[in-house]
């Protein structure tokens, strides 16, 4: 392999490392049933249980930067939360120093079936299941990994840096950062350290050194880990920035401990090892043994603190904020007629929200979509989940408690549609805003839509009779309206473009769509609270 | 000028005439100059719009919420005079069904009982 087919594998692997990561996070939110939830929420609920799971995680899948990302995953999923991931990632931390060991154990073979037969699967069956982008994503995940680590290996062949390397035998700090810098090079560092142990047994390198080197490629890991996360926010990125913790405390401490050692001779890590009646490979693979486990047990017992810490210089994202159940946990759908209550808590606050779309619109014209497509997602994220807790609880409600249900899947329903049709509404606005002609209606309908927005809204969280009929009486079919207007426009005394006729025709059809579709869900409120079957409101 | 509320009396009606623009930045202050006006529970209220150039949704609910108040304690509001895009508004939002809307003064005040 020429240098450049190198850089080539290295490129390429990384490519492929993102594309899979996307791929596994993308599935895994789609796997994302409560059932499973609920058994990953049993499993992580004890955190010695839960390291121990993340350490057999370690020493199976050998890498600490995937099983972090394979977390990320799960945590932007909502499957589990940060504090619960966070003793898997200190396990796996610990479990990953088997390689160390097992320098020999490879999973290549299998990673390549693994992303044939997923693969081939995903291509050929029709509506194939989530599962199987899981294995593709997290197949191709480890294959590109497994890429640049093959590159990199070649790159460690070459004489110059060898030469590199045994340059820096009795320099600690240089070794120290050299082989941070490699780690964060090659993604792997277990590889620098396996590879200076060898050179420890081969004695190119003194005890002494490879101590620091595996100090230091260990926090050039945690580096490389926190710079392939860089496109992430909110909690997703907390779990890089507890690994980076991890590591720099960790690191920063061994160190401490390294130089008081050698400086003044206090008998400390390298004394431990060097006393260990085995061979010096394997009392260098302790060393690497004993920083995963001493960070491991530092970040456990101080991880509330650390990540409370974090939590304040990265805050859930918009989407985490919004797209989540605030109400309904999962241990509510076991309390049927309070989950009901929660179900309708949790509607009023998807409504609520909607409002939100309409206020960049008074922002510069035209800047409006790109403010509220990352508040689109959040939305669908939590309709989907007031839609999956409502389908859950349909198993679990009394006979006489159906209607009211059937009344929440309804609206639920309605909320959906309300949705798509005000992101289609303010689409058009957003259109209609670049016209000179057009803008002056645009504003107007804004403004007349926002206060029936409002108004229903208002109403709804009220819970009044009167004030939500009031709210739908007002909300009745306003395609007479419309229709005057577009009139008026298209006879008026300037010629509309084609492009303008469509986007009038798309304003004010989108508006009466909205405004439709608000009616329908103020009618399946007053049905509801005719009936009383309809028992939230603001005063309770 | 962005906003001006003037009272009248008028045969017993508390006549309100609402000048200039009624939006999101003057629609706090008109809200609380509004109630003030209500203080003594008039029966009978007339808001005129006619002066009224624009008004923004934050605007619309505070005429609601003025017509809302006078519900509460029993009286009588009317609305008159809204012309152009504020009688636009108040159609397309459907708050002309909300409100008694009437084109001029002696109308609304006919029709009060």
Same mark, same amino acid.
């Given at each position: 392999?020429?240098?450049?087919?190198?850089?080539?594998?290295?490129?390429?692997?990384?490519?492929?490392?993102?594309?899979?990561?996307?791929?596994?996070?993308?599935?895994?939110?789609?796997?994302?049933?409560?059932?499973?939830?609920?058994?990953?929420?049993?499993?992580?609920?004890?955190?010695?249980?839960?390291?121990?799971?993340?350490?057999?995680?370690?020493?199976?899948?050998?890498?600490?930067?995937?099983?972090?990302?394979?977390?990320?995953?799960?945590?932007?999923?909502?499957?589990?939360?940060?504090?619960?991931?966070?003793?898997?990632?200190?396990?796996?931390?610990?479990?990953?120093?088997?390689?160390?060991?097992?320098?020999?154990?490879?999973?290549?073979?299998?990673?390549?079936?693994?992303?044939?037969?997923?693969?081939?699967?995903?291509?050929?069956?029709?509506?194939?299941?989530?599962?199987?982008?899981?294995?593709?994503?997290?197949?191709?995940?480890?294959?590109?990994?497994?890429?640049?680590?093959?590159?990199?290996?070649?790159?460690?062949?070459?004489?110059? @840096?060898?030469?590199? &390397?045994?340059? /820096?035998? +009795? %320099?600690?700090?240089?070794?120290? #950062?050299? $082989?941070? !810098? *490699?780690?964060?090079?090659?993604?792997?560092?277990?590889?620098?350290?396996?590879?200076?142990?060898?050179?420890?047994?081969?004695?190119?390198?003194?005890?002494?050194?490879?101590?620091?080197?595996?100090?230091?490629?260990?926090?050039?890991?945690?580096?490389?880990?926190?710079?392939?996360?860089?496109?992430?926010?909110?909690?997703?990125?907390?779990?890089?920035?507890?690994?980076?913790?991890?590591?720099?405390?960790?690191?920063?401490?061994?160190?401490?401990?390294?130089?008081?050692?050698?400086?003044?001779?206090?008998?400390?890590?390298?004394?431990?090892?060097?006393?260990?009646?085995?061979?010096?490979?394997?009392?260098?693979? @302790?060393?690497?043994? &004993?920083?995963? /486990?001493? +960070? %491991?047990?530092?970040?456990?017992? #101080?991880? $509330?603190? !650390? *990540?409370?810490?974090?939590?304040?210089?990265?805050?859930?994202?918009?989407?985490?904020?919004?797209?989540?159940?605030?109400?309904?946990?999962?241990?509510?759908?076991?309390?049927?007629?309070?989950?009901?209550?929660?179900?309708?808590?949790?509607?009023?606050?998807?409504?609520?929200?909607?409002?939100?779309?309409?206020?960049?619109?008074?922002?510069?014209?035209?800047?409006?979509?790109?403010?509220?497509?990352?508040?689109?997602?959040?939305?669908?994220?939590?309709?989907?989940?007031?839609?999956?807790?409502?389908?859950?609880?349909?198993?679990?409600?009394?006979?006489?408690?159906?209607?009211?249900?059937?009344?929440?899947?309804?609206?639920?329903?309605?909320?959906?549609?309300?949705? +798509?049709?005000?992101?289609?509404?303010?689409?058009?606005?957003?259109?209609?805003?670049?016209?000179?002609?057009?803008?002056?209606?645009?504003?107007?309908?804004?403004?007349?839509?926002?206060?029936?927005?409002?108004?229903?809204?208002?109403?709804?969280?009220?819970?009044?009779?009167?004030?939500?009929?009031?709210?739908?009486?007002?909300?009745?079919?306003?395609?007479?309206?419309?229709?005057?207007?577009?009139?008026?426009?298209?006879?008026?005394?300037?010629?509309?473009?084609?492009?303008?006729?469509?986007?009038?025709?798309?304003?004010?059809?989108?508006?009466?769509?909205?405004?439709?579709?608000?009616?329908?869900?103020?009618?399946?409120?007053?049905?509801?609270?005719?009936?009383?079957?309809?028992?939230?409101?603001?005063?309770? | 000028?962005?906003?001006?509320?003037?009272?009248?009396?008028?045969?017993?009606?508390?006549?309100?005439?609402?000048?200039?623009?009624?939006?999101?930045?003057?629609?706090?202050?008109?809200?609380?100059?509004?109630?003030?006006?209500?203080?003594?529970?008039?029966?009978?209220?007339?808001?005129?719009?006619?002066?009224?150039?624009?008004?923004?949704?934050?605007?619309?609910?505070?005429?609601?919420?003025?017509?809302?108040?006078?519900?509460?304690?029993?009286?009588?509001?009317?609305?008159?005079?809204?012309?152009?895009?504020?009688?636009?508004?108040?159609?397309?939002?459907?708050?002309?069904?909300?409100?008694?809307?009437?084109?001029?003064?002696?109308?609304?005040?006919?029709?009060?009982?």
């Amino acid at each position: 392999m020429n240098e450049l087919e190198v850089i080539g594998s290295f490129v390429a692997g990384l490519g492929l490392f993102f594309v899979g990561i996307k791929t596994l996070t993308t599935h895994l939110a789609e796997l994302t049933g409560r059932r499973f939830r609920r058994l990953l929420d049993r499993s992580t609920r004890r955190p010695l249980l839960a390291a121990l799971g993340g350490a057999a995680l370690g020493a199976t899948m050998q890498t600490g930067s995937a099983i972090t990302f394979i977390l990320v995953g799960m945590v932007s999923a909502g499957m589990i939360s940060v504090e619960r991931s966070l003793p898997v990632r200190l396990g796996a931390a610990v479990g990953t120093s088997a390689m160390v060991f097992i320098a020999t154990m490879d999973i290549k073979i299998f990673i390549l079936f693994i992303v044939g037969i997923a693969g081939i699967s995903l291509a050929q069956i029709r509506s194939p299941k989530p599962f199987l982008g899981v294995l593709f994503g997290g197949g191709v995940m480890f294959f590109g990994l497994d890429m640049v680590g093959e590159s990199a290996a070649y790159v460690t062949a070459i004489p110059w @840096f060898e030469k590199a &390397i045994t340059g /820096v035998n +009795g %320099a600690p700090l240089t070794a120290f #950062f050299m $082989a941070g !810098i *490699l780690s964060l090079a090659i993604q792997s560092p277990q590889s620098v350290a396996i590879l200076a142990i060898a050179m420890t047994v081969g004695g190119v390198l003194d005890t002494w050194t490879t101590l620091v080197i595996i100090y230091g490629c260990n926090l050039g890991g945690g580096l490389s880990t926190y710079l392939m996360a860089t496109g992430l926010r909110g909690t997703s990125r907390q779990i890089t920035i507890f690994q980076v913790w991890f590591n720099v405390i960790t690191a920063g401490l061994l160190l401490l401990l390294f130089f008081l050692e050698r400086s003044y001779g206090v008998p400390l890590v390298h004394a431990l090892v060097t006393s260990l009646k085995v061979e010096t490979g394997q009392q260098m693979a @302790f060393v690497y043994l &004993i920083y995963n /486990v001493l +960070g %491991a047990i530092i970040m456990f017992v #101080f991880r $509330a603190p !650390i *990540l409370k810490k974090i939590e304040h210089w990265c805050p859930p994202s918009l989407e985490e904020d919004i797209g989540k159940l605030q109400y309904l946990h999962d241990h509510a759908i076991d309390t049927p007629n309070l989950a009901l209550e929660l179900a309708e808590k949790e509607e009023l606050r998807f409504l609520a929200f909607m409002p939100q779309y309409i206020e960049p619109l008074r922002d510069k014209p035209g800047s409006a979509k790109l403010k509220t497509q990352a508040l689109g997602r959040a939305l669908n994220q939590l309709h989907k989940a007031i839609e999956e807790a409502l389908g859950d609880l349909g198993q679990h409600v009394r006979p006489e408690d159906s209607e009211r249900l059937i009344n929440l899947v309804n609206r639920n329903r309605v909320l959906g549609s309300l949705h +798509g049709c005000i992101e289609a509404f303010c689409s058009s606005v957003s259109d209609a805003q670049k016209s000179t002609h057009l803008s002056p209606l645009a504003m107007l309908v804004t403004e007349a839509f926002d206060a029936t927005l409002g108004n229903a809204i208002e109403a709804a969280q009220d819970n009044d009779l009167e004030d939500l009929t009031l709210a739908w009486t007002s909300t009745d079919d306003k395609s007479d309206k419309m229709r005057n207007i577009r009139q008026r426009f298209l006879m008026g005394d300037f010629e509309l473009s084609d492009n303008e006729r469509l986007d009038l025709m798309a304003l004010t059809t989108g508006l009466e769509r909205a405004i439709w579709v608000l009616h329908e869900y103020l009618g399946e409120l007053v049905v509801a609270d005719e009936r009383q079957i309809h028992t939230y409101g603001a005063g309770n | 000028m962005s906003l001006n509320i003037t009272t009248r009396g008028l045969d017993g009606v508390l006549a309100i005439d609402i000048e200039g623009k009624l939006d999101t930045t003057t629609s706090s202050g008109a809200l609380e100059v509004l109630l003030q006006q209500l203080q003594g529970d008039p029966p009978s209220v007339l808001i005129n719009l006619a002066p009224l150039e624009f008004v923004s949704s934050a605007g619309l609910r505070v005429i609601l919420r003025v017509a809302k108040r006078v519900r509460a304690y029993g009286g009588e509001m009317k609305v008159t005079g809204a012309q152009g895009v504020v009688k636009e508004v108040l159609e397309i939002s459907g708050f002309d069904s909300l409100l008694s809307l009437y084109d001029d003064e002696d109308q609304a005040l006919a029709a009060f009982n």
